[in-house]
Structures are given as C-alpha cells and as structure tokens.
C-alpha cells in the first residue's frame, strides 16, 4: 500500500502506469534491436553460443577449478578443430553432389516435360530452357543485370557488401564469443543485481522457467539436427537416392524449424523417379524403388525422431500444440524471414511464460471479481 495520497504520488509510482512505461521501453528496445540488426547479428550469435556452453564453462569452473577462459579457450579450438574437419571431409561431398544436382535438373527437366508436358503446359519447357541457359553460358543469361553502369556497380556492390560481412562476421562471432562466454556469470549477476529486492524472487523464478524452455530447444534442435542429417543421408544412401548427402544434411537442417524437415520426403521421391527416368534404367514405374523406400528410409528416421530423440531429450518443453507451432512458425518466417523461422518457437514460448505468469492471474482476479 502506499502511503501518499493519489495527488501525490509521482507517475512512475503508478502501477498500470508503470507497466505501461515497462511494456514501452522493452517494445522500442526490441524494434531498435531489428531495425539495426545487421550490426547486433554477431552480438547476438556470440552471446546465444555463450549463453549455450555457459554451463559447461560453469561445471568445469566449479568441479574441476578450471579457469573460465582456459574453458572457453578449449570449447572454441574444438569448435575450430570441428569446423575444420567438417570442411576437409563433408564440404567437397557437398560440393560434388550439389555440382551434380544442378548440372542434370535441365536433363530431368526435359524427360518430365517430354512425359508430362500436357499436364503442365509450357511452363516446363520454358524451365528446362532457362536452365540450360544458365548451363551453357551463364554470363548470357545474366548479362541483363550488367547493362548500364549503376546497375553494375549496385550488383559489385551487393557481392562485395556480403563477402566483407561474411569476413567481418568470421572474425567478430569469435571475438564476442570469448568474452561472453569468460565473463556471463559476472554478466548475470550484474543483471540480478539490477532487479528489485522485492521483485527479485518472482523475476528469478519466471526467467528460470524461460531458460528451460529457451535452453532446451536450441540445445535439443541442434543435437536432433545432427543427428538426423547423418540419419537420412545414411537412409538414403541405403535405398540408392541420388544426392543422398545432400539431400539428408539439408532435411536435417530443416528439421531446426519443427515439421519443416517434411519437405525432404517428397523431394527424395520426386529425385530418385527423375534420375531413374532420366538414365533409363526403367519405364518409371518401379515403385518400390521410387516410392517405397525413399519413403521407408525417411519413416524410419523419422521414428527416431519422434519417438527417441525428441523424448529423450525433452522437446515437449514448449508445451505448445502442433496447431500453434505451425502458426507460430508461418508467421515467424513471415515477419523475419530464416531467423523468424528459427526464433520464433522460443520467443512465443517466452511470452506464453510472462503470460502464465503476470497477466493471466490478475486478468483471473479480475474475472472473479466482476
């Protein structure tokens, strides 16, 4: 209770008022934040990859006594030493298998307009022609973005805008990385100490809730990743679908945004009919070998998915149904794009929490009060 009078009493000791003024200076710091996102973009992937492997730096620091930079020293050469690998062993094959890919989408575009040019009219052959276009002679095709002199510039100056963010991001990630990482325990007990002492057991107790949840799916969805990748390319390999690496690391790639990894069932289905058409090793209708087990490799991994890896490591922790995030997942990608499709999941799961937590009791309260 207050002790002033209501005349006397300043704004800011207004409870609506000051959540009002709350709402409003996290909504305008959100809006700064997208508006300039390209320059906080390596902020916020250095302290999310912090922010991950904080505990890890935390249980080495307090069980073994290991400093905290010596940790994040051996946590980024691993990553380096991981990233290295995968570049010398998985990047040529993906190369290969892409290289290979683009070079026969003219050919599988003329053998299925030749099958199914009158289902789908002259779209085909005018796909089939661009593509081999680009092929043939790609400087023709895209000479048209070269006439006129600004128009070039504009052009060299896009490529060269995204090679130096590629360089600057290579360089910055690791930078912020490393102080992050040495120094979130002292960040965070700066942020507590920022918060109320009255407050401060309420706020501790939401934004535990909010880590679980946040921790938990990035952790999980990068694991299940992984995992699947190597699953469904190994599947794939078994049963013959061409580009079977490929195909299977970018399905597990999809699978970060919850039901997306779906569309790598009917692509490998519609890539293994094309290549058996295409080399004439059948008339087309061996469906056991173009539907059956293209699409018995991906159940199966699929299985693992849902039913081994997704429990085992509790993704159910967003607690949202499948209708939701589907919504919330189209309208993530609408608004941000790749990252909107990523981040929306743990966002929404944190509003979902504040929701839980602040307004749905007092809007109860003041249900039963009417």
């Known amino acids: 209770m207050h002790d002033k009078p209501g005349i006397d009493r300043h704004l800011w000791e207004i409870q609506p008022i000051r959540d009002l003024f709350i709402f409003t200076a996290i909504a305008g710091l959100l809006w700064f934040l997208f508006e300039l996102h390209s320059v906080f973009l390596p902020v916020f992937v250095a302290l999310l990859f912090a922010y991950l492997v904080n505990p890890l730096v935390a249980y080495a620091s307090t069980r073994w ?26 990047v040529p094959l993906l190369i290969e298998q892409a290289q290979a890919l683009i070079q026969k989408i003219p050919v599988y575009a003329h053998m299925l307009s030749q099958r199914y040019g009158s289902l789908f009219g002259s779209w085909s052959f005018n796909v089939k022609d661009l593509l081999g276009r680009i092929q043939d002679d790609p400087m023709a095709t895209l000479r048209p973005l070269f006439l006129g002199t600004g128009q070039a510039f504009g052009l060299l100056g896009q490529v ?37 002492i009255a407050h ?13 949840a946040v921790r ?56 293994k009919y094309a290549d058996i058409i295409a080399t004439g090793q059948s008339n087309g209708t061996d469906w056991m070998a173009i539907v059956l ?47 909107g499709l990523i981040f929306a999941i743990p966002v929404v799961t944190c509003l979902k929490i504040l929701i839980e937590e602040f307004i749905k009791p007092r809007w109860l309260q003041w249900v039963r009060a009417a």
Do not use: C
């Not at 401060?200 to 679980?212: A, I, K, Q």
């Open 293 to 339: 087990w293209p699409s018995v490799a991906y159940l199966v991994v699929q299985f693992i998915e849902s039913w081994v890896l997704t429990p085992w490591m509790q993704s159910r922790s967003t607690d949202m149904s499948a209708v939701t995030i589907l919504i919330v997942v189209f309208v993530g990608g609408a608004v941000g794009g790749l990252f």
């Open 65 to 90: 006594k290991v400093p905290r930079p010596l940790t994040v020293a051996v946590v980024m050469f691993l990553l380096i030493l991981a990233g290295v690998g995968i570049g010398l062993w998985f």
């Open 216 to 271: 938990g799916f990035f952790s999980e969805r990068l694991l299940i990743a992984v995992i699947t990748g190597v699953l469904y390319a190994g599947a794939w390999a078994l049963v013959d679908v061409p580009y079977w690496f490929l195909l299977g690391i970018a399905t597990g790639l999809t699978s970060l945004v919850p039901y997306l990894s779906a569309i790598g069932w009917p692509l490998a289905v519609v890539i």
């Open 160 to 196: 060269l805008g995204v090679t130096a963010n590629v360089a600057l991001y290579t360089i910055l990630i690791p930078v912020y990385f490393f102080f992050f990482a040495w120094h979130f325990e002292s960040m965070s007990r700066f942020v507590v100490r920022l918060i109320p």
């Open 200 to 212: 401060r057991p309420r706020v501790l107790h939401v934004s535990g809730r909010m880590d679980t």
